[in-house]
């Protein structure tokens, strides 16, 4: 089975900080990999995601992440948040073997807040 | 383009008692999911089709929790009865005709939440 941990529930920031947010996951095969936004009142989003290639792979608003495949992580980054970037972020995995390939794991989501 | 529709927004009831949350996905989007959000906690996948026909529904509960999308198209999840812990938002999302792995990508709905008194 699949699975995703977020090791960061809360997260507060002031603007221009650096932002790291953790994802590691547990998946035997081949794993595709998403990075999910909600800002506040909106429904869910797509930031970014990792099929294949490029391990650095670059998202909407200038979010990238990384996938470290030898430590099974996929953290976010963006060099220097903004207060627009408040929202509840979420890691999901999507396993490429027969039983995992259509269906999308989600972490427990991290909370940002972005502080003027 | 028109995005994934869900109603109601919100709804409050009674414990034992029953309640229905209508989907209806992106136009042409043959992959419907309904998935249950508690707080503090991510989505979790209770139940995906495949046009009309269910893909997975390993995680849903049975025995109070069923879902139908008879033409295809726009679907029904309902509790009955509810229970306390069925509090939660529940999303709808609809993802193209290709594999997800392929595409990658889930448009979701604005979720309906559920209270549970």
């Known amino acids: 089975a699949q699975s995703v941990s977020q090791h960061n529930h809360h997260v507060i920031l002031s603007e221009a900080a650096s932002l790291e947010l953790g994802c590691n996951y547990s998946?035997?095969?081949?794993?595709?990999l998403f990075w999910y936004v909600q800002y506040p009142g909106q429904h869910l989003q797509l930031l970014l995601k990792?099929?294949?290639?490029?391990?650095l792979v670059k998202g909407i608003k200038g979010f990238e992440a990384e996938f470290i495949k030898s430590k099974f992580s996929f953290n976010l980054r963006k060099p220097s948040v903004q207060w627009s970037d408040t929202a509840e972020y979420f890691c999901?995995?999507?396993?490429?073997?027969?039983?995992?390939?259509?269906?999308?794991?989600f972490g427990t989501g991290t909370q940002l807040k972005v502080e003027l | 383009e028109a995005g994934v529709a869900q109603s109601p927004r919100y709804k409050i009831i009674e414990k034992r008692q029953s309640v229905a949350f209508w989907c209806n996905p992106i136009?042409?989007?043959?992959?419907l999911y309904w998935y249950q959000q508690i707080l503090g906690q991510g989505p979790k996948l209770l139940i995906q089709?495949?046009?009309?026909?269910?893909?997975?529904d390993s995680q849903l509960p049975k025995d109070r929790f069923s879902a139908e999308r008879l033409k295809g198209v726009d679907s029904t999840l309902k509790i009955q009865p509810a229970k306390l812990e069925d509090s939660a938002v529940y999303l709808c999302?609809?993802?193209?005709?290709?594999?997800?792995?392929?595409?990658?990508?889930?448009?979701f709905g604005e979720g309906s939440r559920l209270t549970v008194l």
């Open positions: 999302a609809s993802s193209g005709g290709q594999a997800l792995r392929n595409t990658g990508e889930l448009f």
């Open positions: 998946y035997g095969g081949t794993v595709n």
């Open positions: 990792y099929f294949s290639g490029d391990p």
């Open positions: 999901a995995v999507n396993g490429s073997l027969t039983g995992g390939g259509n269906k999308l794991t």
């Open positions: 136009s042409g989007h043959a992959t």
């Open positions: 089709f495949q046009n009309n026909g269910v893909v997975d």
